[in-house]
């Protein structure tokens, strides 16, 4: 193996991770102290990262799918991590944008209220409304589109089981050239059945979120920084229990 590819949401970009130790996001620590760059260094594999803040289990697969039709050659010789975020999270295709947008029904729910309710604001300044606006889409238009998706079309356990769905298809895709590939759940109970996957559970069937809350009830609390996402602390400690389960899955590295 020469390559560990990562994907997923912030918890696996790395957000935060320097912040128990002072160090300002602006040096970029995550680069640093994530999982995926630990791991890597312990199996002397090339880390590439494609994990993103605020993100989407369709990102996540869509762009590691991207990424193996560009690199099929690589395959073969790389180890996949692919980590699910909470099933609120979608990403739609933009036209006039000509990309993909992140969107959380959680976004859209508490955005609503408080747009509609402040008519008279600069909402076009504020970076959450941004996210449903455009300069050729007025914010309100974007919210009330996603209001009505919400209310008429979204199922979150729908949502749960077509991102489950997916990823079973990736992980076989992976398969299929050659790859490694390993999902676990980083936040929420994504995926509940396993079957077919090499999955890695965390101790007591917990997700990378509950896992590491629990493990800093031991430990203490700088397992957990200001918001929630890991520290530098919890990644050491997930790298750790990732190297041991390679070694035994796949006796390869």
Known sequence: MKYLFCNGCSFVYGENAGYVLGIPRSDNPHKKFRFSKLLSDKLNLEEINLGKNGESNHYTVRTTYDWIESNKDKVKDTIFILGTTEPIRLENYLAL?????AVSMRWVSNGYDTFFNNPDEDWQSKELFK?????????????KWWYDYIKYYFDEEAERETCERKFKMISSYIEKYGGKCIIFNSIYDNIENKEGLNFFNFPEDRNY?????????EKGDEFKTNCHHPSHLSHEWFANELHSYINEKFICC
């Open 209 to 217: 979120w509950k896992g590491y809350n629990a493990y800093r009830v």
């Open 97 to 101: 944008k000509k990309n993909y947008q």
């Open 131 to 143: 996210i449903f606006g455009s300069d050729d889409i007025e914010p309100g238009n974007g919210l």
